[in-house]
């Protein structure tokens, strides 16, 4: 029987993804925008388009209105000088927030909220890291995103303590094609050339393709279990590595030469290095395919 499924996020990389691939199957998909938002490829696919703001409680509540799912994938992603501080807490935090509140003020059955594994405290090199990663009091935070989507990630855990039903999905760094953060400007300047050099102690990640994410967040709500946390990831890789995949795979000659930087240890966007949560042998768009979930669907 269809579902009617609620998202955040719609728009954006990973969002659009489900929410598309949820309406193909025959969901009846209800979205979050924004009054800006281009709503052309959502309204194609036939999602329902709610137009508001993503921290009002009331708006959201509404919307949750005969939902039997909900998804929160509204973020913001960005690295650098020139972020906006307000505008990001806004969105990951208080957005996080007043999603939560509505989920709970609506009594929507099932809740999906898409964390990241920068939320959780990096593993040391050589180690594996896991879902009960939780970053300790007073940690240090290599920028805003990462603070305040473990900010966000400590209300959904809460939210999940006291009763909420609510999963918590942390997807690794995700990678594939319409990514426009940094992932994905830091792809196109390498095929384009504009990257000069690696560097001689790169950070290291695991990487995961956005359609498996996407798998991994329909196995999450329909089998996730409520009160859990699951990290939804693929093969460790070094920046160095990663890089000299993407030119294999595009046909490019890598013309990038490991060499010393002020940086040393840091991987490109300036996230902290060291983060990561599974091993996988193979080529890189060889993933894991969201493994506990599925364990979880037929009992194993």
């Not at 009054?35 to 309204?43: G, P, V």
Request: charged share 20%; net charge neutral.
């Amino acid at each position: 029987m269809p579902r009617t499924i609620f998202l955040t996020g719609a728009t954006g990389f990973i969002g659009s993804r489900l929410a598309r691939r949820l309406a193909a199957r025959g969901d009846r998909v209800r979205c979050l925008v924004r009054a800006s938002s281009d709503t052309t490829d959502l309204e194609r696919a036939g999602a329902e388009i709610v137009r508001g703001e993503l921290t009002d409680v009331g708006t959201i509540a509404a919307a949750l209105d005969g939902v039997d799912l909900a998804y929160h994938l509204a973020g913001a992603y960005a690295l650098g000088p020139h972020v906006d501080p307000i505008a990001m807490r806004r969105t990951n935090v208080e957005g996080t927030r007043a999603f939560i509140a509505a989920v709970e003020r609506a009594g929507t059955p099932r809740a999906v909220h898409v964390s990241t594994t920068a939320a959780l405290a990096p593993a040391s090199e050589g180690a594996i890291g896991d879902e009960n990663s939780e970053v300790p009091p007073g940690a240090w935070f290599p920028s805003l995103y990462h603070r305040t989507k473990a900010e966000a990630h400590r209300l959904a855990r809460e939210a999940q303590a006291r009763g909420t039903p609510l999963v918590v999905v942390c997807p690794a760094n995700v990678y594939g094609p319409g990514d426009r953060g940094p992932n994905g400007d830091f792809i196109a300047d390498l095929l384009a050339g504009r990257v000069p050099g690696l560097l001689l102690r790169p950070g290291w990640y695991s990487y995961v393709h956005v359609d498996d994410v996407v798998e991994g967040l329909i196995l999450a709500g329909e089998a996730g279990r409520d009160g859990e946390v699951y990290v939804l990831s693929g093969e460790n890789l070094s920046v160095n590595d990663f890089a000299q995949r993407v030119c294999a795979a595009a046909g490019r000659a890598d013309r990038t030469a490991a060499q010393p930087e002020a940086g040393a240890g840091q991987p490109a966007g300036g996230g902290r290095p060291h983060r990561t949560h599974a091993r996988v042998p193979g080529p890189a768009h060889q993933v894991v395919r969201a493994g506990a979930i599925r364990a979880a669907r037929t009992g194993t």
